[in-house]
């Protein structure tokens, strides 16, 4: 199992750095896997595109590359300081656009 796991640590470092690999929908095993990995995955699948996901540990919770995440998280920490301050719901979801279930989620949400 170790030259499996660094395999695909291989894959990851030549679609971070390889700009033309990286654009490529697919990649072709025999560009980037050893011989004897591609006959040791043959034992289970030949001919079909297969996904390899990333590990558990590089996965990026939503919005983090874009700043979409920090730009919601302000936010919603606005909402709440407002509400503390004294807001109403009702007012908060007017001002930011949201439902009243939204505003309501954002500022019970532990």
């Given at each position: ?8 640590h ?21 560009a ?24 558990e ?54």
């Amino acid at each position: 199992m170790p030259f499996l796991i660094s395999a695909l640590h291989l894959i990851h470092f030549l679609q971070k750095n390889n700009k033309e690999l990286a654009e490529m929908s697919y990649l072709k095993a025999n560009a980037v896997l050893p011989k004897n990995l591609i006959k040791e995955i043959q034992k289970y699948v030949q001919g079909e595109t297969i996904y390899i996901p990333k590990p558990e540990n590089a996965h990026r919770k939503w919005g983090t590359r874009s700043g979409a995440r920090k730009t919601l998280d302000e936010r919603n920490q606005s909402i709440k300081d407002s509400f503390k301050s004294g807001k109403t719901i009702s007012q908060l979801a007017e001002e930011y656009y949201l439902s009243i279930e939204t505003i309501k989620k954002i500022i019970y949400k532990k």
